[in-house]
């Protein structure tokens, strides 16, 4: 009998699961709980136990027979994780003191077979890094404290075989895959100090040449981490809360690409702009961003972090792989209407559109070829539900909840890889049909007049991107003649850009020459200097600033080398020469 993924609905009316398609019903095997205080739910991995608290107790049953494998007087746990292979069951309360009284452990690991607990400590916050990252076999747990990540082996939290340890520790990343895992850590700057992310391998996290890695940047309040499945290089999308330059209400995001082997980059964006969402490919090393002030665009990245393909901009600010990688999803939710388009991979062609009015919630079916959208609180409380749909664009199933009800959370059913195969892709009649818009009104002296799209400028169509690559004409050409037009190409924009200048006033051009005058680091070489000299001075000024460089290499706390240490040493010999040379 074929596999069917259940949801996980959750809301005031309490908690049931729902079959998805093609069965598309609520499963009357597991009935309900209609408490309508359930805080928290969770799949395991492989699907095959369900955990949710409704208030009173924490459950956790086996989702084949909906038998109860274990339970606990948790009355107020708001979170709940399984280990990879179903041996431990992590659960959190909020921290709580009361006056008088000493204050309680609020987290807890147990074994799901004995029921022992395993470790209990004081978490205060429900931070990003709350849960306990395991590698796919368990034999090693990392968990990240004030300053450092503490690494446990084969399920033992008596003592950590393993520290991390460096100031300000914020966000740490396990890779996926097999044993030894990859450590992506993140630190903030302060005082003036430069963000950084560093990438290890357990467990060398000590010595000179430990990362794998080394990324620094400013204007980093916060940054998240994305590991690409084959564990070879991670996306740290770094988010200042604050855009110096005003430009945007959200803040300023920046991303960069780091790779196991020590390459790393700054990933160039076509458009100005937030930094919407990332994702990448499942199967492949490529990403895909949606990024730009609206609408925004959307680009798909190889490893080398160049562009391959634009899908075009409109009104989405969210990118999903299916579970296969054979399809994208763009999506415009939250202040957006809901537009969704699904394209194939392979052919990059758009199979199938819809729109999913107020939703806030988008997830992939474990198939593959199916999702569900759903509209929550407390992003939104009125018109609370679920819709179940096809990648075509059809709508499958829609749940609205009634009497004002409000729906928290909804999970698809995880299944083991390799239980869903992938498919042929068929892309519908409409997928690339213009939809007609309700005309806008417009007053009666303007009806003879043709409507004007004001915002057609804005907007882009798809279009493969080859980078660096010569067009037709100048392949037909040599190489040499490619050069020479190139050359051309250059002194025409340079002419051009002189040109320009002319349409400033004379005080502006006067202004512009002062200023330029000012900021210019050195004063045009005078006719009669001598040229020895000259050449002396560029290359003191050269040392200087590969010294600079190694100072703040230092102060982001890299280890540096012995050679370089002594280089540091010869920055007074150089500024006394430097010194005597220009008075001379």
Not at 153 to 162: E, I, M, R, T
Not at 365 to 389: I, M, Q
Not at 509 to 518: P, S, V
Request: one cysteine or more; hydrophobic letters at 35%.
């Amino acid at each position: 009998m074929a596999k069917v993924p259940s949801l996980a609905v959750r809301g005031t009316e309490g908690l049931c699961l729902f079959q998805g398609p093609p069965v598309n019903k609520f499963d009357d095997a597991f009935g309900s709980d209609a408490s309508p205080n359930c805080r928290v739910m969770r799949y395991s991995a492989d699907g095959s136990l369900f955990t949710w608290c409704n208030g009173n107790c924490v459950y956790v049953v086996r989702t084949d027979t909906f038998e109860t494998v274990f339970e606990l007087e948790f009355a107020k746990t708001a979170g709940l994780l399984f280990s990879p292979k179903n041996t431990c069951l992590v659960t959190w309360e909020p921290f709580q003191v009361v006056q008088g009284q000493s204050p309680t452990p609020n987290f807890h690991i147990y074994d799901l077979e004995s029921g022992q607990c395993l470790r209990s400590h004081k978490q205060r916050q429900q931070s990003e890094n709350w849960e306990p990252q395991w590698t796919e076999d368990e034999s090693i747990c990392a968990q990240i404290s004030t300053g450092e990540v503490a690494f446990f082996q084969n399920n033992d939290f008596s003592k950590p075989v393993q520290r991390l340890q460096l100031k300000g520790i914020s966000n740490c990343k396990i890779s996926p895959g097999p044993v030894p895992p990859k450590v992506a850590v993140y630190a903030p700057g302060v005082k003036g100090a430069p963000s950084f992310v560093r990438l290890f391998k357990y467990p060398n996290f000590s010595g000179p040449g430990s990362a794998l890695a080394n990324k620094s940047f400013y204007k980093a309040d916060r940054a998240h981490i994305l590991w690409n499945k084959q564990a070879t290089a991670v996306l740290v999308i770094c988010i200042a809360d604050v855009d110096q330059t005003g430009a945007s209400y959200y803040g300023e995001q920046t991303l960069h690409y780091l790779s196991i082997n020590g390459e790393g980059t700054n990933v160039s964006l076509s458009k100005k702009g937030p930094i919407y969402s990332t994702d990448w490919s499942p199967i492949a090393n490529e990403f895909c961003v949606v990024f730009g002030f609206m609408p925004a665009k959307s680009t798909l990245f190889n490893n080398k972090c160049e562009p391959i393909f634009d899908f075009g901009t409109g009104p989405k600010n969210v990118v999903y792989y299916n579970p296969f990688g054979d399809i994208i999803c763009f999506a415009g939710f939250g202040n957006l209407r809901g537009l969704m388009e699904f394209w194939d991979r392979k052919k990059l062609i758009k199979i199938g559109t819809a729109t999913a009015s107020d939703a806030t919630n988008f997830a992939w079916s474990p198939d593959g070829y199916h999702f569900a959208t759903s509209t929550c609180a407390p992003r939104l409380r009125e018109g609370n539900g679920f819709k179940v749909w096809h990648y075509s664009g059809t709508l499958l199933y829609d749940h609205p909840l009634k009497d004002r009800h409000e729906l928290w959370d909804l999970q698809w059913q995880p299944f083991a890889e390799g239980t869903f195969k992938p498919k042929t892709l068929i892309a519908a009649a409409s997928a690339n049909a213009q939809h007609n818009k309700p005309e806008a009104y417009r007053p009666p002296h303007a009806k003879d007049r043709a409507p004007k799209d004001i915002h057609a400028d804005s907007y882009e169509a798809p279009s493969m991107v080859k980078p660096n690559q010569p067009t037709a004409a100048e392949q037909a050409l040599s190489k040499s003649a490619q050069k020479n037009k190139r050359k051309r190409d250059a002194k025409a924009k340079a002419k051009t850009v002189d040109l320009s200048q002319s349409s400033r006033s004379q005080e502006q051009r006067d202004a512009l020459a002062i200023a330029t005058h000012i900021l210019s680091p050195e004063a045009p070489p005078q006719v009669g200097v001598n040229q020895d000299l000259d050449k002396r001075v560029k290359a003191l000024r050269k040392k200087l600033k590969a010294i600079e460089k190694l100072k703040e290499q230092q102060a982001s706390g890299k280890t540096l080398e012995t050679n370089q240490l002594e280089k540091l040493t010869t920055e007074d010999a150089i500024l006394e020469e430097l010194g005597q040379l220009e008075i001379s």
